[in-house]
C-alpha cells in the first residue's frame, strides 16, 4: 500500500509557506507562551521556533517561571493579542496545576488562536465556518494528508477512534465538512470491531500502541495513525521505540494508504501551526484607510422638527467601539471614554496608515453672517451626514470642540442642529474627554510659574537664586536637560555649575522678567466678565508686587492653538518650549522653555492630542479635536485629527471640516496657516449661505438675536438678495485665488422663494463658483444635502491647484497688506504707533517671518461690522500686533477684539436642570 | 411501541420550571427579537409569550420594523445584552434578506443565548463543557425525551439523518457526550439504509415526510422525528396536514419507541427554551457582594527600594476590566476610561447591592506628624494589600483623588510610597478622569454668575430684570421649577408671573448680594499665590462693579466637600441648591437655588459621582474618590466609594480609608462628620505613628523638609520617645471615646531600634490600643504589613460600640468646646467678637445644628504647631467661624489657614518631562 509521509509533505507545505511569506513582504510573528520549564515543553518549543523561522516568521518565546500566577499569565496573553507584530498566539500545554487551562487558553483572542482550541473557533468549525475558524493543528495536518494526497473524503465511511479535544473531535467534524459519513468512536463504543470494519478511512488517536489490526480492516481502506506511544525495545539503544495506535505491519497489506508512525501525522503539525499563523496573518494584515464596513443609522424624522436636544435624546446612537470597528480602526487604537466617547491614539493611527493616500479635503466656511449665523456647522454635518449615508462615501466630519462658556451663556450648544447634529450631544457640550480642562490647567500653571519666579528673582540674591534653581543632590549640583538648553541659548558653554562664572549664574537664574511685558493671561472656561481686567497679588504674603492683567476665555489659550496646529507629539512640544509669555527687561522674548516648565505643560497635555470619536444622527463618524478661539487665534480645527481622517476615509474618501467665522477670516486662516502647518492640500470649498444673510448684505434692516425678523427677510425681495450677492461674489473670487474650487450651499429656510435660490446659483455660477446648490440638512438630515454632496463629488475630481497667497519671507506689513488686498478687497492698511513698534520689535527677534493670523471683526469684510455687502476702498486699521510664538503666528488686531465674554441676565444654566431620579438632563439648546 | 408523548413531556417540565421560578422568588426575563412580520413567526412568538408567562417569566417582545438596519438590530441586542432583567434573548429566524443572520445572532451575548446558536456556546457542547454552553432548544429536547423515558443512550449506536446546525450536529454532538456512538447521515452519505439499520436511537431531521420506513430499522430501535412537514390531504378542511420524517404507522410496530407528529419533538421546543432561560437566570443572579474572584499580582521587589515612578512603571498592572470582574462588578457597571482607569456606576451599584450586609470599615490616621508627615496613605494601602494579597480577605482602600498643585508644587505625588502605592500612578497625579476638573469649572461658573447678578441688577429696573428673567416665549411668561422654588421661599403663593404684585416682582427678580458678604471663592487646580488676593471688576465694562476677592485651591471648593459627603446624586442636588454664597442687603443667606443654578451646576458634576476604580501594586481594588482640603473642610475620601467598597467586599470583607491630618482632626471628623452623615459604623481605627515623630513630640529638635535629619532621629534614644509617646496616647483614648478599637502602626524606618519600637508598644497598649505592630510595607509591600493586618482582623470582631461626640441640638460654642476639651486637650475656647458674631447670625439663619469641622493645625493637638507633646491647659482661640451650608457644616478658624500653597524657586514641574518618541515620563515624584 502507499505510504503516507508527513515528513515529506511536511517539507512541501514549509517550503509553499515560505514562499508564501516572502511573496507578502511582511512578517508573520507566532508566540509561544510557556509556564516553568519540562523538557519535553522545551523540545517542542525549540522545534517550532527552528520551523517558524526557517519559512521568514518572526518568533517569540514568552518564558514565564512555573511559580507565576494566572493573572499574570493572562496579562502577558492579553500584551500578545494587543501586539499588532504578532499574528498566532499558542499556549504550551500542558500548565502547571495551580493554573487554570481553560481559562488561560479562552483568554487567547480567537483571531490569534492558531492552536485552534478556543471555544469560538471550536464552535466555528462545528457550524461549518471553515474561513473563519482555526482548526488545531492534527486534525488539520489528517485532512492535508489525505487532500494532498488526493485520497477522496466526500461520501466515503470515516471511523475515527477517540474523542478528545484535540483530535477525536474536531477531525470527526472536520470530516464531516468534507461530506465523509462519520462514525466517533470511543471507549463506550460497543461492537468496535466491526464498526472499524466498516471504515472506509480510518483515524486512530486512541492511545493504545498496535490497536488496530490488519485483519480488522475493510481491505483497501485508508488508515491515518495519530498515536504516539513509547514502547520497550530492548534492540534500541535508548531501549525503547516509538509506535502507533496502528498495528503498521499487519495493516499495510490490507491498507490502500497508509501512514508510518513516526513521519506520519506527526511532522505535520508543525507545518499545520505555520499555516495557520500566515492564514491569521493574512487576515489581520492591518487594513489600509478606506476599507470601511459602515453601517449607516437611519433617521426617525419628524416633522415639524422638534429641539436638538429632544432629537439628539431619541438618536439611536451604536457603541463608540462598534463605530471604531466599522471605520477600520483597530481595537488597540481606542481608548473608549464610556459608552459614547472614545479618544483615538494619533501616533498608532498615523503610523500604521502612512503609506496610504489621502482622501478629498474638504473645507466648509461661509460668508460674512448675520448674528444669528448661517448653519455652517450644520451644513458641514449635514454634507458627510449625506457623502456617508446617502452617497456611500467614506466620510469623516472634523469639528472643534466647543467652549463649554456659551453652552451655560447665551449661545447654547454647538453640536449642529436639526437633524444634522453630532451625539451624544450633552457630553459634546460639557467636558467631553477632558482636552480644554488640560489646557485650561497647563495654561494657569505657567501663568502661577510666572508671578512666582518674579516674586523669587525680586526677593533673592543671585547666589541663593541659582542654588536653588540648581540644587545639591548628595553633595553635587548639576543642571538638568531644559536648564541646558537655557544655558545654550543664552550662549554660555559649559554644562557644570561650577564652571560657570558669577555672572553667567545671574544671567543663568534671572529671567528679569518685564513685568509689563507679559503677554500670557490665566483662563478659564466660563462667561466671567468680571475677570477681563483684575489686580493680582494684593496678600501681603506677594510683597506688594500687585500686577494688572485678566483672564482669557479658555479657548483663547496659546496651548489650544498650539495643540490645533502640532501635527505630532514632538511638534507640540516643540511649540510649546518656544511660546514666549514676555520679554526680559533688555527686550529679550522669554520663553516656556526659560521658565523650565515645558515637559509638565507637555505632560499635562499628553492626552489631548488624541481627537474624540464621535458619531452624527446618521451613523457616520466624526472627530472633535481642538477649539482655538477664531477672535485672536485661527478658529480651524486640529490638523492631527484632519490627517487621520485623511487617510482612515481611503484615496476615495471624504474628509470635511470647518473653518470658523466668514470665508474671509476663517478659510483665508485655513488655507495660509493651517494648511501651511500640515502640508495637506484642500481639493474642494464649501462656502455656506442663506437668503437672509445676503438680503441683509444688500441693505435690509438689522438682524439682532432673540427680536422677531422683520418682513424683508420672510418675503420675496430679489433686489435685496441681488444687491447682498456681491458679498458671496468676493468670497468665491477669493476662494479661487488660492486655486481651490467652490460649491455654494444655500442653506435653505422656510419662507425662501425658488426664484430668491435660483438668483443666487446664478450669481454664484457667474463669480466662478463651480457650483451652486439648496440644501435643507436641518430638515430632512443627509437627504437634504444629496446635491450639495454630489456637487462637491464632482468639484473634487478636478486636479488641485492649490497656492498659499503670501510667501513668508515678506516683511509683516506686506503680508498684512496682501490678505486686506486680495480677500478683503481693501484699499490698504494703516499702522498705529504700538503696531509699527511691534512689527519692529517682533522682526528684531525673528519673528518676522511667521504667517499673519488676522484678529478682525466677522461681520464685515472690512473692520468696520456696519458696512455689509462688498465694501470698497476702505482701509484697515492696524491697532496692535501680537505673537504667538508657539502657535507660530503673529496676529494683528484691527479693532477691539473681546477675549472674555459675559453672561446676560437669564443665562443658559437658568434652565439645565438633572432629574436625579432619571438622569436625564434638560435645557441644554 | 411506546408512544413518547412530547405534549405530555413538556407540561410536566413546564410545571416544574414554573414550580421553581416561584421558589426562586425573582424572574426571568425572555427577550424575542423579531425584525418584520412574518406570519409564522407571529404565531411562533405568541406560543412562546404564553409559555414564558405561564411559568412566571417577563416576556420582552422586541418587535422592529422589517426596513430596520443591521446597525439598529445590533444595537438592540446589545440593550438586552446590558439589560439585567433579562436572562434570555433569542432572535426570531428568518431575518430579512438585507441583515446578516451570522452577525446579529453572534451579537446576542453567549451568557443569554439560550437558542444555543452562538459559536462560543456551540464551541463548548463540542469540548463537552455541559455546564457553561446552553444547547439549542430542539436537540435538548430530543435527549429530554429520551432521558426522562429511561431510554439508554450509553453505548448505544445513535444515528442521525442530517446535519442542520440546529438540529442534525448539535444532537450528534450531544448524543455523543452522553456516550453513544454516532453516526451523522447527510446527502452525502453512501448506503444510507444499511446505516439506518445499524440505529438503536435514529433522529430523523431532513425534511422529506415519511423518509423512514418500517423496514429500514433495526427492531426495537428508538425513533425520534424532527421533521414537520406539510403534505395535501383531502380529508381535512386546511387541505393538508402536518407529517414527520418517518413513516409513522409502518415505524411504530418495529421500533419499541417512537414519538408522534405533531406533539412529539416539536412541544419539547419550547419547554426547553423555557429551561434554557431558568438556567440562564440561575447562573446569571446577580452577584451579592464578597463573591470575588481576586488575582493578586506578586511584586518584583528590589533592594534598594527604587523611586516611586520607577516602581510604578515596571508595575504588572491588570486590565482595568479584569480587575472590575475579579471584584464581582457587572460589566454594565464599568465605564472604562482609556485602559487603566474606570469610572463606577454608584447607583447600579448600590442599588444591586442594597441587601449586601456591609464588610469591615477601617479608618487609618495617624499621631500629629511632623513637615514630613509619617506615611499614612502608604500604610493604608499596604494595609488593603497584606489583607487582600497575603491573607486572602477580599479588601477594598478608598482613597481621596490628590490635587494637581502638589504634583507641580513642592511635594510631589500622593499614590502611596515605596512598593505600597496605587497604580497607574501618573494618571493618579495627573487629570484622573476629570472630577477636580468638573468641580473648578462648577465653582467658577457660580462665581461669574454671583458677580453677573450683581452687575445686571445694578444697572436693570425691577421691571426690565424681571422681564429678562421671566422672558415672554410665544408671548407667554411663566417661571421655571427654580423659579418657583424661589417663589415658594420667598412666602409667594402665585404661580403665574402675571399675579405677582409690583414688589412682589421685585423681592424675585433681585437677590440683592451684600458684596461684601460673598464667601464664594473662584478656585484652580494650581499653586498660584498671586490669586490669594485679588482685585476683579476693572475693566469698564463692568462699570466699576470691582470688588476684592480671591482665589482657593480647586479642592478647597465647597463643591469638593459636598460630593465628598453625599450619599446620592439627589443628596448631591439638594446640598447644591443649599449652598449659600453671601447674604442679602437684609442679612438673608442666598443660596444657589435663589442664584437659578442648581441644576447646570449638577449637570457639570454629574460624573464626578462615580469613584474610580484603580488597583494597587499587588493588584488589589481601590476606589480613588473626593478629596476636601484638610485644612478647612473635613479631609475625607467620598462616603460614596466607602458604601459601594462595603458592598462589594461583602460581610467578611474589609474596606481601608485615610482620614487626612492627624487622628485630632481627620479622625474626629471621619466619626464626626462622615460617619454621621453616611450613617455607616467603623469597626476599627489604625493609628500610624514613627519613632522619629514620637522623638519630635518628646521635644527633639525640629524637623525641616529638605534639610538633613538631625542625629538624635537616626540613633537610639529612649527617652525622646518615651516623653513623646505622650501624643500618642491622646489619640489612643480619643479613638476610645467613639467606642471603636485602636491598632497602632509603627511605620518603620531603618534607623529604629527594636528597643525603641518595644517601647512604643508598650506604651500604646497601657493607653487602651487593642494592638500595636510594627509595619514594614515601604519596603515590603502587603508582606510587610501582614501582622498589622491580623490585628486589624482581630480588633474588627469586636462588636462596635461606636458614638459620636456631641449631639446637633447643642448651641454652636458647646460643640466646639466638647471637641477642644475630649479631643485636643484643651482646657476651654476663646471666642473672637467676629466668631461671636458670625455663631449669632449663623444661629439665627437656622444653622446652629450643623455639625462642626474645626479648621487647626494639624502639627499639634493645640492650636500653637510648636506645642509638641500633649500640651495641657491650652486654650483654643476661635478667630472667626464660617459656614458650608451645602456640605452641611460650620468650620470655626483656630488661626490663619492658607488656602492656596504657593509654587517654591524649584518646583517640581522642573523635572518633570515626556519624551515625545517613547511616550515615557519622568520627574515625577
Known sequence: SRILSGTELSKVIRTRIAAKVQAAGGTPGLAVVQVGAREDSNVYIRMKRKAAENVGFKFVHVHLSGTVT?????SEIAALNNDRSISGVLVQLPLPSHLNEKTVTESVHHSKDVDGFTSTNVGLLMKGDLKSTFVSCTPKGCLALLQENNLPIAGKVAVVLGRSNIVGRPIASLLEKHNATVILCHSKT????????????????????????????KPGCVVLDVGINSVADATRKSGSRLVGDVNFDSCKTVASAITPVPGGVGPMTVAMLLENTLEAYNRGVRPQGGDWKLMPTPLKKLDPVPSDIAIAEVAV??????????????????????MGLAKIDNSAVLERLQSQKNGKYVCVTGINPTPLGEGKSTTAIGLVQALGAHLQKNAFACIRQPSMGPTFGIKGGAAGGGYSQVVPMVDFNLHLTGDIHAISLATNLVAAAIDARILHESTQTDTALFNRLVPEHKGVRSFNDIQLRRLRKLGITQSLPAELSESERARFARLSINASTITWRRVVDVNDRFLREITIGESATEKGLTRKTGYDIAVASELMAILALSNNLSDLKTRVSK?????????????????????AVTVLMKDTLMPTLMQTLEGTPAFVHGGPFANIAHGNSSIIADKMALKLVGEDGYVVTEAGFGADIGMEKFFNIKCRASGDIPNCVVLVTTVRALKMHGGGPNVVAGKKLPSAYTSEDLDLVKLGSSNLARHIESANKFGVPVVVAINRFTSDTTREVELIREIAISAGARGAVEADHWKEGGAGAVELAQQVVEACKLESDFKVLYELEQPIEAKIETIVKEIYGGSGIEISPLAASRIEDYTRQGFGNLPICMAKTHLSLSADPTAKGRPEGFVIPIRDVRLSAGANFLYPLCGTMSTMPGLPTRPCYYDIDLDPVTGKISGMM
Request: no cysteine.
Open 579 to 599: 511660546a514666549v509669555f514676555a520679554s526680559s527687561v533688555d527686550g529679550d522674548p522669554l520663553t516656556l522653555d526659560d521658565l523650565g516648565i515645558t515637559g
Open 70 to 74: 494566572q493573572s499574570e499569565v493572562l
Open 190 to 217: 460497543a461492537n468496535l470491531t466491526s464498526i472499524i470494519g466498516m471504515a472506509d478511512i480510518l483515524i486512530a488517536a486512541i492511545g493504545k500502541p498496535g490497536f488496530v489490526t490488519g485483519d480488522m480492516l
Open 317 to 338: 446612537q451604536k457603541p463608540v467601539l462598534s463605530l471604531a470597528e466599522e471605520v477600520g480602526l483597530d481595537r488597540s487604537e481606542v481608548l473608549p471614554y464610556g
